[in-house]
């Protein structure tokens, strides 16, 4: 840990993820910075007519995003809500009512923080692709390689690849 404070200007972005025409997001670390245990955080970057991540939800993890600049349309289980700059969005465990997804539908860059639970099993649901993926043990994208199992599966037991279907 540098200090327990790291002002939003200085985040640096250190992963980029890109898929098709629909997905591309840059990431910017914050959690580890800061010496967090049990949340993680990040500053995330969607270019205009992109989204980061695919319509999910979780079981057990929760989620919430502070829009800091630009416009966007949040798909929240059957529903879709504008947001904007300020905008506090909460998404908490359960089914495919509260599956959630960020899309950036205005012109200029959309940013926000990103805060999550780290609970160490927790199980996604992906509507769109009608697949789900499963984690125990360690959170694999806050601790990569300490996961003691993870996978992605459809109904028939076929394991498949993160952006299958998306």
């Known amino acids: 840990m540098d200090a327990p404070i790291l002002n939003i200007a200085d985040a640096e972005f250190a992963r980029e993820m890109k898929h098709g025409d629909r997905f591309a997001a840059r ?3 914050i959690a580890a910075k800061l010496g967090a245990k049990k949340l993680g955080y990040n500053l995330t970057s969607v270019a205009p007519g992109k989204r980061a991540f695919p319509f999910h939800n979780h079981h057990s993890n929760e ?3 502070f829009v800091i600049e630009g416009s966007g349309t949040l798909r929240f289980g059957k529903k879709e809500y504008p947001v904007g700059p300020g905008d506090v969005i909460g998404c908490p465990p359960g089914g495919p009512e509260v599956a959630h997804q960020l ?5 200029s860059e ?3 923080l990103a805060v999550s639970t780290l ?3 927790d199980i ?3 509507p769109d692709s009608n697949k789900w993926g499963a984690v125990g043990g360690r959170m694999p994208h806050t601790r990569p390689g300490e996961a003691t199992f993870t996978g992605r599966y459809v ?6 690849d993160y952006w299958d279907g998306e």
Do not use: C, K, V
């Open 27 to 29: 990431i910017a670390p």
């Open 124 to 126: 996604w649901q992906y």
């Open 110 to 112: 959309l940013r926000f």
């Open 155 to 160: 109904a028939d037991g076929t394991t498949l």
């Open 63 to 65: 989620e919430m995003f």
């Open 103 to 107: 899309i950036n539908t205005g012109s």
């Open 119 to 121: 609970l160490d099993t």
